[in-house]
């Protein structure tokens, strides 16, 4: 079990550029979240799946922004026509399902730094 | 927002146990209370949870009031490695969804 992995680990693109992040969960894990992280600030939820199921993307940024796991195994965040603002530590996390009622904790990568220039 | 309050910063002596406080004061009876860390340049870790009773793991000990209306994470014997962000965090349920809603943690330093 080598944990969540995320690539790239740093991006540097130039303003209005599309983007996209990988993530790699947990083999076994059935849910897969995406969160936004700024300078001093603690991470704020963007969207998540259960499996290939897009649960919950009513916290997405803007339209800009969409999340796909085809497959229920990998999944890919994408910003489109990138701004300044978006600069930020974007961090994947997963969970099973099975322990969700008793609180199963999250298992975090170590985030994309993304740098918009 | 975040339903939980933490200082900004605690600074304390390595060897010696650390006790970092948490503010819940709306919490609902089913909200588990979850502390996690970061260290620079990584993804969060998770620590510890617990909805009533206390807990404790290799990592820490989780010690929840009796109204639950705050807790208190403890690091019995802190090391340099343990300086980091402390989040402590409640799951809540939104949208028919439980949640992870962050606030901005508590910075850590230890003092050689």
């Known amino acids: 079990d080598t944990g969540v992995s995320q690539n790239p680990r740093h991006k540097i693109t130039k303003r209005g550029q599309n983007v996209t992040f990988r993530c790699d969960p947990i083999?076994?894990?059935?849910?897969l979240y995406w969160y936004r992280q700024t300078l001093g600030q603690g991470p704020e939820f963007l969207t998540y799946?259960?499996?290939?199921?897009?649960?919950?993307k009513s916290r997405l940024l803007s339209d800009r922004f969409s999340a796909e796991r085809p497959k229920g195994s990998f999944s890919t965040l994408e910003i489109q026509r990138t701004e300044q603002g978006d600069s930020a530590m974007y961090l994947c996390?997963?969970?099973?399902?099975?322990?969700?009622?008793?609180?199963?904790?999250?298992?975090f990568g170590d985030g994309t730094r993304l740098s918009i220039l | 927002d975040a339903k939980t309050t933490q200082p900004n910063s605690m600074e304390s002596n390595e060897e010696e146990p650390v006790h970092l406080p948490c503010n819940h004061s709306?919490?609902?009876?089913?909200?588990?209370i979850h502390w996690y860390r970061q260290l620079p340049s990584q993804g969060p870790e998770y620590v510890i949870h617990?909805?009533?009773?206390?807990v404790n793991n290799r990592m820490a000990s989780l010690a929840i009031a009796e109204d639950r209306k705050s807790s208190t994470l403890i690091l019995h014997r802190a090391t340099l490695r343990d300086a980091a962000v402390y989040y402590c965090i409640l799951r809540e349920l939104m949208d028919s969804n439980y949640q992870l809603i962050w606030g901005a943690g508590t910075k850590l330093i230890i003092k050689p």
């Open positions: 799946f259960q499996n290939e199921a897009q649960l919950e």
């Open positions: 996390a997963s969970s099973p399902t099975a322990g969700e009622r008793y609180g199963e904790p999250q298992h």
């Open positions: 083999s076994e894990h059935n849910r």
């Open positions: 709306t919490i609902s009876g089913t909200d588990y």
């Open positions: 617990g909805l009533t009773s206390n």
